[in-house]
């Protein structure tokens, strides 16, 4: 996550998440059904398994569904992955959205089958084409990545902007990577901010990262470090190191806020500890020349090592003109207060 | 008339049948800054002047006359390059290459000495072509690494004028008139 977009496209398998479908309207209840639905609220599941069992036997889409979870979660009765596929491939048959996408992913995971992806992108396909953003995705991402087709950028983009306009974050953030790229489309950075901006606004700390920078190099966009500031800081807030270290930039070349040393020195800080080098050696340069504190070349010296240990090469001449300045005591005491101080903060180090 | 203050940037990357990646050996300042007072030259540079906001640049990254601080260079250079100061473009691409006084950041040095070399800056224009033959912060294109290297020798830079002829030794006939042309049509659009 670094240059302007570090842009990624993270396959993300679909989760399962147990959740019995209480509301879907268009089928027709059932009086099974509903019993197993009252039984498993009551906590008995043992009935609940068997209230679905027989409105699965007679072909109800709905039981057939919530079994198939309770087998695949293991509620009520062992784990059992193919009967629980088998389950949902009955519902699914009838049209079950839900169903379709769960039917999917099994295949795509290869859960109680063997993994098939054609099989997958096929269910992903039905589920979609009925307007389920989770299979949006998952279809666009299949067809990125040419998992069960040939790779289609243009489809990819199709399905991402299916499900981003009904707000699914990954694909708002995956859209924006498109476009900063030009992947399936002439490469639209304006388009491509606007898909990172929705998806910060979702909650992706990258989107909130890619954002931050394009305000900040002006990228899709007029220059705008106040914007970028905020972004950064929502990517900062969710543990990105590398955005404190460029808040500690703004701050300590006063870019979009007043300029102050101080502040910048703590966001250096915060991202020296979770390891980011470029930090670190700044938090050296604060300290070797006194800016928003005494001076104090042990320090300096510590930070400038700690970069160098985690690979800035070109820390090392500072750590020798340092070094010109300074007694042997001074720099077993900057050694010294590293070692303590990794010790507190081990996350600071790279493997 | 613009400040051909510059920091030094050497490029190795000639030999046959291997690159090697760009480096930044000294900043040291081809040339004295002005004596124009530290007082005027930020009232200078406040108000928008480019040319003073290059040199208080200058003054701060070299600390004359005040205390040395890249992160305040950076931040004058960059509003002297928006306003296309190609001298301020070349020190915020030197200074993204390097991680100077900020995150470092190879597609934004490419950026920046794009557009200084299309303002017509040869050692930006070499730079450019260095980024390109080595595939830094830009995808590799020997073809324009080549066009690039040969609009900085004809400026004059005989280390480009090297480049330029040993990478024709890496491309066809057709991709070598092809950047030629393009070479070309670049000087006539700049020269209009």
Redesign the interface.
Known sequence: M???CSARIAVRTAAIVFSLCVSLLALPLHADFERGMAAYEAGDFPAALAEFTEGAAIGHALSQYNLGLMYHQGIGTAQDYERALQLFALSAQQGLVRAQYYLASMYDNGQGVAQDYREAYHWYQQAAEQGDAAAQYAVGTMNFYGQGKRTDYAAALDWYTKAAEQDHGDSQYNLGVMYINGFGTEADPAQALQWFVRAARNGSADAQFNAALMYN?GQGTA?DFGRAMRYFKMAALQGVP?AM??IG?LF????GVA?DYVQ?RQWFEAAAQLGDV?AQ?FLG?LYM?G?GMPQDPVSAYMWYKLAHDNGDN?ALAVMSALQANMNKEQVSEAEQRLTNWLQQNPQASKP | MKHPALLHFLAWIICLGGFQSPRLLAQELVQEPTEIPLGALVEQAENGNDDAQFELGLRYLSGTGL??????A??WF?KAA?QDNMNAQYNLGVMHL??V????????AV?WFRQAAENGDPPSQFTLAVLYANGR?INRDLMLAHMWFSLAAAAGDKNAAANAVLFEEMLSTEQILQSQSAAQAWIEKFNE
């Open positions: 670094t240059s302007p190099n220059q590398e270290a460029r930039i300590a070349s006063g870019q300029q910048a470029p050696s340069r020349s800016m070109a | 205390v040395q601080d890249e992160f305040q950076a931040s960059r928006e390097n991680g006084g900020m995150i470092a950041d190879q597609q934004e950026r912060g």
